[in-house]
């Protein structure tokens, strides 16, 4: 894989990330059928807040993200080490934060992203430019 298509892919899995916090965000069950939306928006009042452990760990997953794909972008060697730990975390999070009810766009963009995920692994790990990363 060369530079500028790796960059292409980071960009393209930035866009993703952005697309799909906002969405979530903002618009969490703005796709799904209207009487689903409202059940499951009253079970979500019926439930626990976030607790303390789960935010500090999914606003830590964020940052790792964050720094791992700046320094991908910019080649460096703890980059790919960051990157891989923040995936790790990521799927962790799903774990820790119990459950969220997906609509159609979230899980389309989802599916896009852990795609992206594993190919910018096996760029960063298995391709030639697994060596330019310095």
Do not use: H, W
């Not at 790796?6 to 697309?19: C, D, E, P, Q, T």
Request: hydrophobic content about 55%; proline content about 1%; overall charge positive.
């Amino acid at each position: 894989m060369q530079v500028k298509t790796f960059k292409k892919v980071l960009n393209l899995f930035v866009a993703l990330y952005a697309l799909l916090v906002l969405k979530t965000l903002f618009f969490p069950y703005a796709i799904a059928p209207q009487e689903f939306a409202k059940a499951i928006s009253l079970y979500d009042e019926m439930q626990e807040a976030i607790t303390g452990f789960e935010l500090t760990f999914l606003f830590l997953s964020l940052i790792l993200q964050i720094v791992s794909i700046v320094k991908l972008y910019r080649l460096k060697a703890n980059g790919r080490l960051l990157f891989l730990i923040s995936v790790i975390c990521l799927n962790l999070s799903i774990l820790v934060s119990g459950y969220y009810v997906f609509d159609t766009l979230e899980y389309l963009l989802d599916a896009m992203l852990g795609i992206l995920m594993g190919v910018i692994l096996c760029a960063i790990y298995y391709t030639d430019l697994s060596k330019k990363f310095k």
